[in-house]
């Protein structure tokens, strides 16, 4: 009906996002966008989330959720993404690069936004940087893919989006330097864990037992309080004093210290990778896993080297040990902080939203990985997804639903 354009840039482990996104808010714009010269542009992604939350914090200001009085901080992901698009509505911008918009959204959530974005397709010009075939927005007419920093476009997006399947695994989970030790068969036990910020109810007699080994999928609606029983089960949460939270056989406040959890727990979220700005070589940064630090310090042992070589072999990276960290494609750097996070086998291993922003390829990589891990291995395992992953091979998922006395847990 409009006669506004509207493109669909897909995205791969190989392509340079940040130069794309650059190039688009530059007077000159890429070729295929000449239509955007001159134009005002907005940035809603991620990344933009980080920096209004990084300068609400360091001024004690707020910027985009001056209406409100929850910080952005503290909001779930679907709070913050609309807090921001509605800030950028606010300045009218003729056109909006929209970094993989549907990333951390529930499903309600994603048609919410999904249906704004068409009203808004009506007036604004909207690019979207897609990594997942299935958000494609519908009123999309311009297909094109990122190779690097080559842009190529294609008449529909069938072409311009790729696939090469085939994950190929070569051979076992490498076993570990030494097996932890944990005499319990319960890591985790939360017994009617109830959470509530400024008087709302958040969590409600939350049970959850996690034993040793099992592989748990975690699932609920965006606000739902799923970082919340995160933060419970790592023991950063003050929230849980006093109550009956029991980790890793102790219970919360009795003595323990962050560091009696965190060394049982490998924890993986992608923020973590798209923050990390280090020189290390990738070899470096798997052994950093088995010192529980960032980088390398110390120098390797021998028998630490040999486990980084067999896991660097499973993933058909070896060729690339030396390579710094900093100039592997985002796909490449969620994995190995993966199995960073894998390499010591932890007692539990916390992978949350860990395919956030990856395209279909790395997704599908990343999720054998982690099914092989579960198999191959006496770690448990929490996956916290919005997204169906319809590979996954979770034993059991807990769901947490809301209600107006707070979120409830079910197993399913
Ligand atoms: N420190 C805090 N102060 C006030 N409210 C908070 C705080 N931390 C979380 N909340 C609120 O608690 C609710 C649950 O948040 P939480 O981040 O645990 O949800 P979530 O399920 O992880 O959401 P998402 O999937 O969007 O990340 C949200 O409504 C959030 O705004």
Redesign the pocket.
Known sequence: MSQIAHWAVFIDNTSDKEYLIDSLFNPDMPKGFEELKGASGALFSKLMLERFIDEEDRHDTKIITSGTV?SLK??????QKKALLNYILENNPDFIVLDNPFD?L?IASQAELKERLEHISDTTSLVQLISRKRDLLPFIDSFARLEKRVLTFYDDDASAHTFRNAINFMGAIPSPIKQLKFDGDTLIDLRGINVS??G?P?LKAINWKIKKGEFWQLV??????????LSMITGENPKGYGQELYLFGIKKGSGESVWDIKKHIGYFTPSMTDKFTGYHSLEHMLISGLNDSIGLYVRPTEIQLKVAQQWLMLMDMWHMKDVHFHDLTMGQKRMVMCVRAMIKHPLLLILDEPTAGLDDQSAAMFVALVNKFAKESDTAIVFVS?RKEEDLEPDYIYE?NTSKQGSIGKVQ
């Open positions: 929850q503290t909001m779930s992901s679907g709070e951390n529930d910020y400024s709302k958040i609920g609606k965006n606000g739902s309080g799923k970082t919340t029983i919005h947490l």
